[in-house]
């Protein structure tokens, strides 16, 4: 029976220690304290629900303040330092609070420009209270050291150093979004691009690591089909005349289909197409081309390929299609068969013929 009182004691114990843990964290010891401008946070942010308006904004902008000035003086009473240097982990949450607020929005709290500039704004907020010296209630500005004047620079560039660095991730997300073909070229050579291999295929060269553009192959399928339709079965005479004019009417139907295939992409204006018509012995080639003009590894550019040949069929008058010289009464149209798959050719454009 003593042993079970002493238990019951020993966990009692336990239990009145949490609580006057979490008693001493949310009751403040005196009204001047970092819990009350956390309180004061939420009861401003509470009140902006209730208000319009500009007093809203006024209202919330001033939780803000609190937030910040709370998190600010909780962080720094005992400071934990980020593991070697001598910024308190207190400063990277006050730095964090303060890029949210100064460069976040409503409809996105966290933007990549809050990012951006958090380790840096938690690098001047370390660097503050160096150039400060008083009590709580008098305080004059001051110059630091010059052992702690270097220590604030390297952490202040070290720290921009790193704002440089995840802007140009940001940088490169946006131009791969932007301009989704770059994902399709060789980094062999890239510094700071590197393309994560498949163990399975990783005996590739680098060569045959390089995709095809989605986007351009989009392109040359959609013209395919335009092209098709435009000549398949059509009089034999209208054929050559189109065929005659084959560079702007081609033009003409992808300046039309990157519109629409890549109007969302900034790269649209980085894709062009040409084409170029050949005699062959049974009739014309057509060559159709999707041409990048944007950024690559190639010095010469490259481009892709789709072969289409065109023939004349004779159809006779209440028969199927029979070869054009064993009928007499005869009407010749085209018959178009394109390649399945487009070819990707790195190097100069074919010459015009």
């Known amino acids: 029976m003593q042993t079970l009182f002493k238990d019951v004691f020993v966990f009692l114990q336990f239990f009145v220690g949490i609580f006057e843990g979490i008693r001493k964290l949310l009751i403040p010891p005196k009204a001047y304290s970092w819990q009350t401008f956390i309180y004061l946070s939420v009861f401003s942010w509470t009140l902006s629900l209730l208000a319009v308006g ?43 609070l303060v890029s949210v607020f100064a460069f976040g929005n409503q409809e996105d709290v966290i933007t990549p420009r809050t990012i951006i500039l958090w380790p840096t704004i938690s690098a001047i907020i370390t660097a503050i209270p160096d150039f400060i010296e008083g009590t709580d209630t008098k305080t004059t500005a001051k110059l630091p050291k010059p052992e702690v004047r270097e220590k604030i620079i390297v952490l202040v560039a070290s720290c921009m150093l790193i704002s440089c660095w995840i802007q140009f991730y940001f940088l ?12 399709t070229d060789n980094f062999e050579r890239s510094t700071f691009v590197v393309r994560i291999v498949d163990p399975e295929i990783e005996t590739e060269t680098p060569a045959e690591l390089q995709k095809i553009p989605e986007n351009g192959v989009a392109i040359l399928d959609a013209l395919q089909i335009q092209v098709e339709q435009t000549l398949n079965k059509t009089p034999w005479s209208q054929v050559e005349r189109w065929l005659i004019d084959a560079t702007q009417e081609v033009q003409k139907l ?18 062009g197409v040409e084409s170029r018509v050949t005699n062959i012995k049974s009739g014309y080639k057509l060559d159709l081309l999707s041409i990048w003009n944007g950024p690559s590894s190639n010095p010469k550019g490259y481009y892709l390929q789709k072969s289409c040949r065109i023939e004349p069929i004779a159809v006779a008058e209440g028969s199927s299609r029979v070869p054009l010289n064993e009928v007499e009464q005869r009407n010749t149209v085209a018959e178009i068969e394109c390649d399945r798959l487009s070819k990707f050719i790195a190097g100069e454009l074919p010459p015009q013929r």
């Open 254 to 271: 992808g300046d039309q289909i990157i519109e629409e295939k890549l109007g969302q992409y900034e790269e649209r204006k980085l894709w």
């Open 172 to 183: 490169m997300d946006n131009w791969l979004t932007q301009y989704p073909s770059l994902l």
């Open 54 to 96: 500009y007093v809203k904004d006024l209202i919330a902008f001033s939780g803000w303040l609190f937030l910040i000035a709370g998190t600010a003086w909780y962080t720094t009473d005992d400071p934990l330092r980020v593991p070697g240097t001598f910024m308190p982990v207190g400063a990277v949450i006050t730095g964090f």
